[in-house]
């Protein structure tokens, strides 16, 4: 895999203080109040986790910080800029790589990056140079010339990362950018994620895969309903009081000299059992802070 070395990172986007700064967002749809009073931080180089049952949220606010809707209510900085009245100056500063595959089926690979790049501004030799580097990143170069209706869905997801960091952005949302793919095309991307981000570029990333914000995000906010329920490392949220109650009242045993007695103790006396610490995952704490009812049907605007 070839890492792209030129990501420009943190260095513009500190000049203007935070990445992200938001203050009582809000955003209703009819009778929908999609956000209600959200506060947010991300500070330049950060990758945050945004997680959050269906209707939280988590898309409709990512659309109003990529400029593709308007808030109702609130305060919203993104790189120094607003997104409702800098919409077209934050865009070329931005990527986005969204829930739905967005590129044209009937071009080819090469041609896909070539429109997208153009877009994002690139031009001559930059753009042939970050076309050549697209394909190599997204593993594709031998099939450059396929019409992208012919990829599987990993090759499109692989496809669409690379899309939108062609112009190198120095932020970029992801809205579950592995959904539905196979292990090996997953695992691609989240070395390309990785690469990004070890570059300084800022990353806000949606997902309902636990796992996915664990290796990837530094810090993670959990949302429903409209609002924040709470935010910070993984160890910052296993120490939350809802979540500590969630694991029950009995004996934890957390060092390692602990549970090694406990289980010399229980040998002695004949018991073969796994002794382990009563540490929450992410999925348990994810699960103590908006519950286990089931949410079929998304509050949200539909895409």
Same mark, same amino acid.
């Given at each position: ?24 967002? +809000? ?109 190599? =990143? ?24 690379? =899309? ?26 989240? +070395? ?37 329920? =709470? +935010? ?67 509050? +949200?605007?539909?895409?």
């Amino acid at each position: 895999m070839q890492v792209d070395p030129t990501q420009r990172g943190a260095s513009e986007a500190g000049a203007a203080g935070n990445a992200i700064e938001v203050s009582g967002l +809000e955003k209703a749809f009819g009778d929908v109040e999609a956000v209600r009073g959200l506060d947010l931080v991300v500070r330049p180089g950060e990758s945050l986790g945004l997680l959050g049952p269906n209707g939280a949220g988590k898309t409709t606010t990512l659309r109003i910080l990529s400029t593709l809707l308007k808030a109702d209510a609130g305060q919203v900085s993104v790189l120094g800029l607003d997104p409702a009245q800098d919409g077209a100056a934050l865009r070329k500063r931005i990527g986005v790589v969204p829930q739905d595959i967005a590129l044209y089926q009937g071009l080819r690979a090469e041609e896909n990056l070539a429109f997208f790049g153009e877009l994002s501004g690139l031009r001559g030799a930059r753009l042939r140079e970050r076309v050549q580097w697209g394909l190599e =990143a997204a593993g594709l170069t031998e099939r450059r010339r396929s019409l992208v209706s012919e990829f599987s869905g990993g090759m499109k997801r692989r496809l669409n990362l690379v =899309a939108a960091l062609l112009h190198e952005p120095e932020l970029v949302f992801l809205d579950e950018p592995t959904a539905g793919v196979d292990p090996q095309s997953r695992n691609h991307l989240f +070395e390309q994620v990785e690469a990004i981000h070890r570059g300084g570029t800022t990353l806000v990333y949606t997902t309902h895969a636990m796992g996915e914000v664990e290796r990837l995000c530094d810090r993670i906010m959990i949302m429903d309903r409209g609002r924040c329920l =709470a +935010e910070g490392s993984l160890e910052v949220l296993r120490d939350l009081e809802e979540v500590r109650a969630g694991l029950g009242s009995g004996l934890q045993l957390t060092s390692e000299a602990d549970l090694e007695g406990a289980a010399a103790l229980l040998r002695e006396h004949g018991f073969d059992a796994e002794v382990r610490g009563a540490s929450a995952d992410l999925e348990t704490i994810f699960l103590a802070l908006t519950g286990r009812a089931l949410r079929d049907e998304s509050q +949200e605007i539909p895409s």
